[in-house]
């Protein structure tokens, strides 16, 4: 039901798992429910201090700080409801974790489940962790992958492991290995791709990504991939993807701009060949996160998670 937050002055101490979380998104996160246009007006206006100081919205906790959080009188609008687990959904999780310690936990992603809810999803693979494992204080998605896209998903269980492995993707120091089918023979065993990716809305409100020859034109990012190829199956192609740069629909939008559509996309791929492959028994996009290398925030270690190709795909690729 409905509830109001807050309704007295308290103070939080900030624990290891806060460290390095900047004031506004850990009000955020603690005060669910809250307009954020309201948080900061709270912080803007020194209701919200630390260690009895004002900070601003940038401000970086750290160990041990205590936090005065002042009445908030909110009223959700919008009541909270249970999240309920079947157990096949339940089994698809959990049999699908293949790396877990203290600090981190991967999955295999399946196809087709988002990795958080939001757009009239009720919840995603984060919210469905986070059901299954209620004693973790902390699971955050470290990247994303998209709903189609099966293979390997790193969550954080500490923010430590969340801050230290997010600094090595943008330092680009992050080992990325895709498994993708496309349409077509492709013929070089390696080609490095460098496109400029936009991002535009369509007339009907759809979000798609296109190339942009122009390195200036406003919010034009760049992005770099480097294909080989694996095999091929009839008049497919089976190549293994590194990325350099991991920009949205990066692989996806790069392959149809030269002429090798991924099977199964219906974005960015070809309508004809997706309705040919249908008729085989071929329902889901061919983009798997084969691997995910990176160092560990704790030990030192070089990790390399590996997701196996799933049956669907695999059996696509050897069938006759």
């Known amino acids: 039901m409905s509830q109001f937050l807050k309704k007295k002055v308290t103070y939080q101490n900030i624990d290891e798992d806060s460290v390095g979380q900047k004031i506004d998104n850990f009000l955020i996160k603690t005060l669910k429910g809250v307009p954020k246009g309201h948080l900061y007006k709270l912080i803007r206006t020194g209701q919200v201090r630390v260690n009895k100081k004002r900070v601003k919205t940038e401000y970086k906790l750290c160990q041990n700080d205590e936090i005065r959080i002042p009445p908030i009188d909110y009223k959700e609008r919008t009541p909270r409801r249970n999240l309920k ?26 196809y087709g489940l988002a990795v958080h809810g939001g757009s009239g999803l009720s919840y995603g693979i ?60 492709w013929k070089d065993k390696q080609k490095i791709v460098d496109l ?48 350099i740069t991991g920009r949205t629909h990066q692989i996806r939008v790069q392959l149809a701009h030269l002429g090798f559509p991924v099977l199964g996309d219906s974005k960015y791929g070809s309508f004809k060949i997706n309705k040919e492959i249908k008729k085989n028994g071929f ?38």
């Not at 209620?134 to 990247?143: A, R, S």
């Not at 983009?287 to 799933?310: M, Q, V």
């Open 196 to 243: 400029n990716l936009l991002k535009i809305t369509q007339s009907d409100g759809q979000k798609v990504i296109v190339t942009e020859k122009n390195k200036e034109v406003f919010k034009s990012k760049e992005s770099r991939s480097v294909f080989f190829l694996n095999k091929y199956f009839r008049d497919c192609s089976l190549l293994d993807v590194k990325l």
């Open 85 to 110: 687990i079947d157990k096949h959904t339940y089994d698809l999780i959990t049999k699908n974790i293949i790396f877990e310690d203290d600090f981190l936990l991967a999955i295999n992603k399946p």
């Open 126 to 185: 984060i919210e469905l962790l986070r059901h299954i494992y209620p004693n973790e204080k902390f699971l955050e998605l470290i990247h994303r992958l998209d709903k189609d896209t099966s293979g390997t998903l790193l969550i954080a269980k500490k923010r430590i492991a969340l801050v230290e492995i997010q600094k090595q993707i943008r330092n680009k120091r992050i080992h990325k290995k895709y498994q993708v089918g496309v349409s077509g023979i």
């Open 283 to 320: 329902k889901r996009m061919f983009l798997h996160a084969l691997e995910y290398g990176f160092i560990h925030p704790n030990s030192a270690e070089k990790i390399l998670i590996s997701a196996p190709l799933p049956k669907e795909l695999s059996s696509f690729v050897e069938l006759k």
